[in-house]
């Protein structure tokens, strides 16, 4: 069988160790020369195909590719643009035939979420339909940590760490101003439909009144008299309440309750900041000073702080993913699959894309406390050992350093122009 090149491209919002499945890909990818030949990158993600704005991998240096390993943010560029099915959007799949042909490409590695895994699905059907067919893997990726089948998705268990993190310190500073100032501290965190990323924020709490004292999910449906209620004692016992808050919070007849009445590139409702209805509720019903804080890109940027054991999943899955490739598979996953032992550890495993896209993983209703604004034992069994280990990026003049690519463009071949 003849080499055919590959191409690799993030999409999506990107998290603190995306790139360490990047680096995962392209070190896989060099070590298998004898069946894959060049990687290419596409430039913002999958439009990075469709414009033919490709990156050539292999004029980056040994040392560029693994600093990727503590490097945050998308290194190639990243995108949200959602692949339709094919009768509407047949000529986006031709066109992506028309450059993977014109480039001898023959594997498609696609590192993103939920909807990342159903284009990659969708190119592996619908590739071979066209008369060239395209070996597909998912390398999976989402700081929501909703995908179906892995316990755990690469990306979540840093930013889990984060925000216990960050809620601790937050605490500490509010419980040191409530006898004059502030009672009430609201964090926002990001979870659209999966309270994942609140919960994690239960892992500050050690002892009964310690922070956070309230953690809304969006599996449980706001209820503003409960709410209240619960946050008025938490002031009038332990002094002041700290509320972490999902994006996601919605009532009962599921509206969210900050819904923006806009939607994004993926179909999905922006949201408009969840945090001050929440303070300015506090504020009206019960007369409370708050402050209030949303993590937005700083929770899912902070590779300072990054979990250990994040980062070696998500480079696993990078390099797991092109292994597949390698060994002949199609139309898969590489998923975290945690062993039933004592001390936590883990192994690769696989998982049918038909089983992944379109799929979420929400909460488990065991995993959050009875009252509905805490979690469970259970809940930190499961989290706990994903926050496990510090992996610190090398530092200069205080200063986190990260790899600089050269980003070299692969000359196009095809002589016309496409717009997305």
Known sequence: MARKNAFYAQSGGVTAVINASAAGVIEAARDNKATIGKLYAGRNGIIGALTEDLIDTSKESKSAIAALKHTPGGAFGSCRYKLKDLESSRREYERLIEVFKAHDIGYFFYNGGGDSADTCLKISQLSKTMGYPIQAIHVPKTVDNDLPITDVCPGFGSVAKYTAVSCREAALDVASMCATSTKVFVMEVMGRHAGWIAAAAGLAKDKPEDAPHVILFPEIAFDQKAFLKKVDDTVKKVGY?????????????????????????????????????????????????????????????????????????????????????????????????????????WTIGEAPLKKVANVEKKMPRKFISKDGFGITPAGRAYLEPLIGGESYPPYKNGLPQFAELKLTPVAKKLNDHFEV
């Open 241 to 345: 309440c700290v509320i972490v808050v999902s994006e996601g919070a919605r009532t009962a007849d599921g509206t969210f309750l900050a819904d923006a009445g806009t939607t994004d590139a993926f179909g999905h409702k922006q949201l408009g900041g969840v945090a001050p209805v929440l303070a300015q509720m506090v504020k009206n019903e019960l007369g409370y000073k708050y402050h209030w804080a949303v993590s937005d890109y700083l929770q899912r940027a902070a590779r300072h702080i990054a979990s250990a054991t994040d980062v070696d999943q998500a480079y696993a899955v990078g390099r797991a993913a092109v292994e597949f490739a390698v060994a002949g598979k199609n139309a898969v996953m590489p998923t975290i699959e945690r062993k039933k032992t004592k001390k936590y550890g």
